[in-house]
């Protein structure tokens, strides 16, 4: 069986060492000290060890080490004993370091333990590892045991493996000019198929589509589609691209395209046979995009409420597709349920809706239409934003029964003077 090294190489980047680092081996693991360089970890065979060093020493502002274990490799690279430690040599070599040198491999180890080595005159990895065994676990414990294992040139667990920061982002710059859609698809259809390659081997989908388009005039187009679920479909992506740079025709040619995606953790609908049917997220993507290309992107959304006592302010939101938990009713004996705005005697078919009138309509008023009344409740606010009416708001709302039978609520606005009917009672 062919023999296996370890190489620890200590570094600032590991990101930028990686790509060359995964042309030597495709295993590499991660070793991330409490404080200090990150270091990669590169499990070669013996027979590749002399020209993976020989690689190595070419590179500037890094330490590294090999041996046959992980824990012997860290430690001598670490500390700068040795650059190539023989295996079955670990023991010695670890008996040449101070007792502290342990902590870059067990953190836990911590000022108490150093103390209590001290006073039983341990100064080295290998005081340590000639104690008895037994009787070090019943004083510390499995730190005690682990810290041997180390100090014997013992190898640690297997480290995670490494796996650089991804960048979802495509960049194409053109030796000609685009000057229609359809060669820009074409072109697009590639780049995203990259991009939902990459997602699809990590497990995302894409939240949102950034696209940037570089103009022959030297200006630059940007637009972002939210996305109402997570896809990493290049068709569907694709299909919304088209229908969202359909609706903001260009002024001048492309000469460079870019795309990026936001990465999310992908979902997964689960459907049931027992709840309604939920909408397929690719065809309601390309809907919303037909939507947003019709009446424009600032106008479609879903609506929330603001953090303001202003009557129906709101602002639209992207739309996003939820999948919301069932939940049980509980039922009370000894409480009745609560209605909001009505009596707690009440029941819903005894309830009364209003509907509301957007906007609210000029109306004329007398006491003689007037059969009974409620009110005024009386709200203003944002007076302090200016002087206009529609930085303000000053009103007083009454509930009205009329004459003929009708159930509505009024308001008398301050800035405009003037009645408006809000809405009508169901």
Same mark, same amino acid.
């Given at each position: 069986?062919?023999?296996?090294?370890?190489?620890?190489?200590?570094?600032?980047?590991?990101?930028?060492?990686?790509?060359?680092?995964?042309?030597?081996?495709?295993?590499?693991?991660?070793?991330?000290?409490?404080?200090?360089?990150?270091?990669?970890?590169?499990?070669?065979?013996?027979?590749?060890?002399?020209?993976?060093?020989?690689?190595?020493?070419?590179?500037?502002?890094?330490?590294?080490?090999?041996?046959?274990?992980?824990?012997?490799?860290?430690?001598?690279?670490?500390?700068?004993?040795?650059?190539?430690?023989?295996?079955?040599?670990?023991?010695?070599?670890?008996?040449?370091?101070?007792?502290?040198?342990?902590?870059?491999?067990?953190?836990?180890?911590?000022?108490?333990?150093?103390?209590?080595?001290?006073?039983?005159?341990?100064?080295?990895?290998?005081?340590?590892?000639?104690?008895?065994?037994?009787?070090?676990?019943?004083?510390?414990?499995? /730190?005690?045991? %682990? +810290?041997?294992?180390?100090?014997?040139?013992?190898?640690? $667990?297997?480290? #995670? =493996?490494?796996? @650089?920061?991804?960048?979802?982002?495509?960049?194409?710059?053109?030796?000609?000019?685009?000057?229609?859609?359809?060669p820009l698809s074409f072109l697009a259809s590639g780049m995203l198929e990259e991009l939902c390659r990459r997602l699809r081997s990590r497990g995302l989908a894409a939240e949102s /589509?950034?696209? %940037? +388009?570089?103009?022959?005039?030297?200006?630059?187009?940007? $637009?972002?589609? #939210? =996305?109402?679920? @997570?896809?990493?479909?290049?068709?569907?992506?694709?299909?919304?691209?088209?229908?969202?740079?359909?609706?903001?025709?260009?002024?001048?040619?492309?000469?460079?395209?870019?795309?990026?995606v936001q990465p999310v953790r992908a979902r997964t609908l689960q459907y049931s046979l027992l709840q309604a049917s939920q909408p397929d997220p690719a065809r309601l993507s390309r809907?919303?995009?037909?939507?947003?290309?019709?009446?424009?992107?600032?106008?479609?959304?879903?609506?929330?409420?603001?953090?303001?006592?202003?009557?129906?302010?709101?602002?639209?939101?992207?739309?996003?597709?939820?999948?919301?938990?069932?939940?049980?009713?509980?039922?009370?004996?000894?409480?009745?349920?609560?209605?909001?705005?009505?009596?707690?005697?009440?029941?819903?078919?005894?309830?009364?809706?209003?509907?509301?009138?957007?906007?609210?309509?000029?109306?004329?008023?007398?006491?003689?239409?007037?059969?009974?009344?409620?009110?005024?409740?009386?709200?203003?606010?944002?007076?302090?934003?200016?002087?206009?009416?529609?930085?303000?708001?000053s009103r007083d709302e009454w509930d009205l029964e009329l004459e003929n039978g009708l159930l509505c609520r009024v308001f008398w606005d301050e800035q405009r003077k003037d009645w408006?009917?809000?809405?009508?009672?169901?």
């Amino acid at each position: 069986m062919a023999q296996r090294r370890y190489i620890a190489v200590f570094t600032r980047s590991p990101q930028e060492l990686y790509p060359q680092a995964q042309s030597w081996t495709p295993h590499i693991e991660l070793f991330q000290p409490q404080a200090g360089r990150p270091a990669l970890i590169l499990e070669v065979m013996a027979r590749q060890e002399k020209e993976v060093v020989h690689e190595l020493d070419r590179l500037s502002d890094i330490r590294f080490a090999a041996a046959s274990t992980r824990a012997a490799a860290l430690l001598a690279a670490h500390t700068g004993a040795a650059r190539s430690v023989k295996a079955g040599k670990e023991s010695a070599l670890l008996a040449r370091l101070p007792i502290e040198a342990l902590g870059l491999l067990a953190p836990e180890m911590g000022r108490d333990a150093g103390l209590t080595f001290f006073r039983w005159g341990v100064r080295t990895p290998a005081d340590l590892s000639a104690l008895p065994d037994d009787e070090l676990e019943a004083r510390l414990g499995e /730190l005690g045991s %682990r +810290l041997q294992k180390i100090a014997r040139g013992e190898d640690i $667990r297997p480290l #995670p =493996l490494y796996e @650089p920061d991804a960048e979802f982002e495509e960049c194409r710059e053109l030796e000609w000019t685009l000057d229609s859609l359809e060669p820009l698809s074409f072109l697009a259809s590639g780049m995203l198929e990259e991009l939902c390659r990459r997602l699809r081997s990590r497990g995302l989908a894409a939240e949102s /589509l950034h696209i %940037r +388009l570089g103009l022959e005039n030297g200006d630059s187009l940007e $637009r972002n589609i #939210p =996305l109402a679920f @997570p896809l990493h479909s290049s068709k569907v992506l694709l299909s919304l691209l088209r229908l969202d740079l359909q609706s903001c025709p260009l002024q001048s040619g492309i000469r460079r395209l870019s795309l990026n995606v936001q990465p999310v953790r992908a979902r997964t609908l689960q459907y049931s046979l027992l709840q309604a049917s939920q909408p397929d997220p690719a065809r309601l993507s390309r809907t919303l995009a037909r939507l947003a290309a019709l009446v424009g992107q600032e106008r479609l959304g879903c609506p929330a409420a603001l953090d303001t006592h202003r009557p129906d302010a709101v602002r639209l939101e992207p739309m996003r597709l939820t999948v919301q938990k069932k939940q049980k009713k509980r039922h009370s004996s000894g409480n009745p349920d609560f209605f909001p705005g009505g009596d707690a005697d009440a029941s819903p078919a005894t309830r009364l809706t209003l509907r509301r009138l957007r906007p609210p309509r000029p109306v004329q008023l007398s006491r003689q239409d007037i059969r009974a009344s409620a009110g005024p409740w009386r709200s203003s606010g944002e007076w302090w934003q200016g002087t206009s009416q529609k930085s303000g708001w000053s009103r007083d709302e009454w509930d009205l029964e009329l004459e003929n039978g009708l159930l509505c609520r009024v308001f008398w606005d301050e800035q405009r003077k003037d009645w408006f009917l809000e809405g009508v009672y169901d």
